[in-house]
Structure formats: structure tokens, C-alpha cells
């Protein structure tokens, strides 16, 4: 009976792979067509938390006055982000971004996927009523959380 060398090798390229996978679906959240009106441009602040060995250093409390102009289209929503000076500057002088998706996830939370001038990107979920919204916004720079905190906002009427 002849031994194959490589079973175990193969073995595990097979189970990083299976993680790998499991990583990429577990970030994915499941998502349905948009519910709520969130059609029109949104003036509002964010505000980076302040977590230990997360925030980087400086951004804690860090605000800016950021909108967001959400356009109705026949495949969903599109449009575009931008930030201002608050009490800091924007994260990595990110003034701008393009709106990549806006999805409903469960029944009344909706995430705006933005992407950044810098290859980074940030999902801010919200829960959007007739004139409000407020919620909570990640920031991603590849697969590592690179910026969390709170926003709200209102439509400019």
C-alpha cells in the first residue's frame, strides 16, 4: 500500500479555503429590496467612537457634517456621499464617495454602502423615517474595521 505525502497538505489548503469561504458569507448580510423612503438628500453628522486599540489615534469624537443624495433608479438606489470639516477633517481626506448599494436588512434597517477615493468603504445603517434617520456606520480598509461610530441625519427639504 503506497502513502500519498500530500494528503496532508491538501487537507489544509481544503479547510483555508472552507474558512476563507465561511469569512467572505458571514459579512455578507442578507439583504431585500428597499422599503423605506430614502429617496432625496440627507444633511446629518457623524461622530467616531472611541474604542481602545480600534479608533485610531486623534479620531476619537471625531465629527463631520456628511450628505448623502440618494437617487431612485429602475435596479434600486444609487448616488453620492460626501463629508465636511466638523470638530476634525474627514478620515483620510475622504470629502467624497460614490453610494454602492442600498439595501433593507430585516424589516426596517437600511445600509448605504459607500466607497471611498482611498479604496476603503464604510456601511452606515440606519433606520430612515419620514424625515429622519439615525444609526450606527463601519468603515473597512479590506476585510479589517478601520472606523466605527454613530450618525444621524435629515432630509433637506
Known amino acids: 500500500m503506497k502513502i500519498d505525502r500530500k494528503w496532508p497538505r491538501h487537507l489544509i489548503l481544503t479547510l483555508l ?3 476563507v469561504h465561511a469569512c467572505a458569507s458571514a459579512t455578507q ?5 428597499v422599503s423605506a423612503d430614502v429617496g432625496g438628500r440627507w444633511l446629518g453628522t457623524s461622530t467616531a467612537s472611541c474604542m481602545a486599540f480600534q479608533t ?7 465629527q463631520q457634517k456628511i450628505t448623502f443624495d440618494l437617487f431612485q433608479r429602475d435596479s434600486g438606489f444609487t448616488g453620492a456621499y460626501s463629508c465636511a470639516y466638523g470638530n476634525m477633517v474627514c478620515r483620510n481626506g475622504n470629502n467624497k464617495g460614490r453610494i454602492e448599494s442600498v439595501t433593507t436588512s430585516g424589516t426596517d434597517t437600511t445600509l448605504l454602502r459607500v466607497q471611498l477615493p482611498d479604496g ?3 456601511i452606515f445603517k440606519g433606520i430612515f423615517q419620514e424625515s429622519e434617520v439615525n444609526g450606527g456606520y463601519t468603515c473597512y480598509g479590506g476585510a479589517s474595521i478601520i472606523e466605527q461610530g454613530s450618525w444621524r441625519a435629515s432630509r433637506d427639504s
Request: hydrophobic content about 30%.
Open 17 to 19: 479555503l472552507l474558512s
Open 29 to 33: 448580510p442578507a439583504s431585500i429590496p
Open 56 to 62: 485610531p489615534p486623534g479620531r476619537c469624537n471625531a
Open 120 to 122: 476603503t468603504s464604510c
